[in-house]
């Protein structure tokens, strides 16, 4: 009886006071975010000092606002490739997985999660009726049901990496049954699951990735053939592995590499373009470019489209569903390399650069 009545007696104190509210503003302005900073322009191959790790005070929730934790940040090529377009010091871009703390907004309940580029830092509050995703193109939504699998998967197979592999693939290169998928950057987490992706189309697929064991890798995944870029002779190497040429490139890397798939493309083959990583740490102004596109193009009478993933964000969701139903019932295998610890993001995104993850790489926080 007495439970009884306390309990009673706060919930009606609680409505007129509103004291969730207050409790709510008391909570996010005592959390202070962790940050990691990008102090200086990346010159080359990114370094320790480019970053600084720093706090800062969250402001009280006002209305219309949520208090979030990141549980996963994700590192991407993209952050190497994109950071020059911004004035530093600048808060590292990034997509998470965050766990919602505090809510004075109802479609993003206390407990539940959030997906987004909210970057690489520790705690964010955010408004959803304000949230254009600053320079990134997404913004932060509720997360998609992930249903038994890791939330990880929201920044990779069931994510802006997973739609890049479905999206990129089956609406520019148009893989058929019977035809030869080239696939570069081929043991990274885009390029996993394009080759995936291709062998259930019925193609057969050449992968080229930067170590033996990666490539051995590759062919347990479903690849017929897996091409160490580094030690291989990358025009011979393919001739062997595709005698009959190929119909579908599709192009993770640029440089070098490429030129040498260009050359032994098929009558109409596609090509969909969606990286150049060989040419991210140049200089600008002097990327590594691919030396012999027109003869190529012109002679075999190519199709060459470049594309960014958020061309696909009205049919976003579609991408998801069929990536997570894929990932759980087996076909397609997600692979991961994590990395333990927000204090260890430059060192996961170094890691990434230099191609020691297999599959996404993304960090535990
Ligand atoms: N267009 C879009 O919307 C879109 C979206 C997502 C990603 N992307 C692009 O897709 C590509 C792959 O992204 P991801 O997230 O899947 O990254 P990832 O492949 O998981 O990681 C990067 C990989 O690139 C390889 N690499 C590094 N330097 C290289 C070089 N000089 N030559 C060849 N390979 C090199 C490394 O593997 P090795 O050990 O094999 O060298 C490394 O593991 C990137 O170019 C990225 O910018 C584009």
Same mark, same amino acid.
Request: aromatic content about 10%; glycine content about 10%.
């Given at each position: 009886m007495g439970t009884f009545l306390t309990s009673r007696l706060w919930t009606n104190l609680s409505s007129h006071l509103n004291v969730s509210r207050i409790r709510a503003a008391a909570y996010s302005s005592a959390v202070r975010s962790r940050k990691w900073v990008l102090v200086q322009h990346f010159d080359g191959f990114p370094k320790h000092t480019d970053f600084e790790l720093r706090e800062e005070p969250l402001p009280g929730l006002k209305d219309g606002e949520y208090l979030c934790e990141a549980e996963w940040i994700s590192v991407d090529p993209y952050q190497r490739a994109y950071t020059p377009n911004y004035q530093v010091p600048m808060t590292m871009i990034g997509l998470q997985c965050a766990r919602v703390l505090?809510?004075?907004c109802p479609d993003y309940p206390e407990g539940s999660y959030v997906v987004g580029g909210?970057?690489?830092?520790t705690h964010a509050v955010r408004n959803p009726s304000r949230d254009e995703g600053g320079l990134l193109p997404f913004a932060t939504a509720p997360m998609p049901e992930m249903g038994a699998?890791?939330?990880s998967h929201a920044v990779g197979a069931c994510g802006m990496p997973g739609n890049t592999a479905y999206f990129g693939l089956l609406e520019l290169c148009r893989p058929t049954a019977g035809e030869t998928v080239v696939v570069s950057g081929a043991a990274g987490a885009v390029g996993t699951l394009v080759g995936q992706i291709a062998k259930k189309k019925g193609c057969t697929v050449v992968g080229f990735a930067g170590s033996d064991s990666k490539c051995d890798w590759l062919r347990t995944l479903g690849f017929d053939h897996a091409i160490n870029y580094k030690t291989a002779k990358p025009s011979r190497a393919l001739r062997e592995a595709a005698p009959g040429g190929v119909d579908c490139y599709f192009d993770n890397v640029g440089g070098w590499l490429s030129d040498a798939v260009m050359c032994q493309m098929n009558l109409f083959g596609r090509v969909a373009?969606?990286?150049?990583?060989?040419?991210?740490?140049? @200089?600008p102004g002097r990327r590594t470019l691919? @030396?012999?596109?027109q003869m190529p193009i012109l002679s075999q009478q190519l199709r060459l489209e470049g594309f960014i993933v958020s061309r696909w964000s009205d049919r976003w969701q579609e991408g998801v569903d069929q990536m997570r139903a894929w990932v759980e019932d087996g076909s397609i295998r997600a692979e991961e390399t994590i990395t333990e610890g927000f204090e260890n993001l430059p060192d996961a995104f170094m890691g990434m650069l230099a191609g020691?993850?297999?599959g996404k790489a993304v960090v535990k926080v």
């Amino acid at each position: 009886m007495g439970t009884f009545l306390t309990s009673r007696l706060w919930t009606n104190l609680s409505s007129h006071l509103n004291v969730s509210r207050i409790r709510a503003a008391a909570y996010s302005s005592a959390v202070r975010s962790r940050k990691w900073v990008l102090v200086q322009h990346f010159d080359g191959f990114p370094k320790h000092t480019d970053f600084e790790l720093r706090e800062e005070p969250l402001p009280g929730l006002k209305d219309g606002e949520y208090l979030c934790e990141a549980e996963w940040i994700s590192v991407d090529p993209y952050q190497r490739a994109y950071t020059p377009n911004y004035q530093v010091p600048m808060t590292m871009i990034g997509l998470q997985c965050a766990r919602v703390l505090e809510s004075r907004c109802p479609d993003y309940p206390e407990g539940s999660y959030v997906v987004g580029g909210l970057g690489w830092r520790t705690h964010a509050v955010r408004n959803p009726s304000r949230d254009e995703g600053g320079l990134l193109p997404f913004a932060t939504a509720p997360m998609p049901e992930m249903g038994a699998l890791s939330r990880s998967h929201a920044v990779g197979a069931c994510g802006m990496p997973g739609n890049t592999a479905y999206f990129g693939l089956l609406e520019l290169c148009r893989p058929t049954a019977g035809e030869t998928v080239v696939v570069s950057g081929a043991a990274g987490a885009v390029g996993t699951l394009v080759g995936q992706i291709a062998k259930k189309k019925g193609c057969t697929v050449v992968g080229f990735a930067g170590s033996d064991s990666k490539c051995d890798w590759l062919r347990t995944l479903g690849f017929d053939h897996a091409i160490n870029y580094k030690t291989a002779k990358p025009s011979r190497a393919l001739r062997e592995a595709a005698p009959g040429g190929v119909d579908c490139y599709f192009d993770n890397v640029g440089g070098w590499l490429s030129d040498a798939v260009m050359c032994q493309m098929n009558l109409f083959g596609r090509v969909a373009l969606c990286g150049c990583i060989a040419g991210y740490n140049d @200089p600008p102004g002097r990327r590594t470019l691919v @030396p012999m596109l027109q003869m190529p193009i012109l002679s075999q009478q190519l199709r060459l489209e470049g594309f960014i993933v958020s061309r696909w964000s009205d049919r976003w969701q579609e991408g998801v569903d069929q990536m997570r139903a894929w990932v759980e019932d087996g076909s397609i295998r997600a692979e991961e390399t994590i990395t333990e610890g927000f204090e260890n993001l430059p060192d996961a995104f170094m890691g990434m650069l230099a191609g020691q993850n297999t599959g996404k790489a993304v960090v535990k926080v």
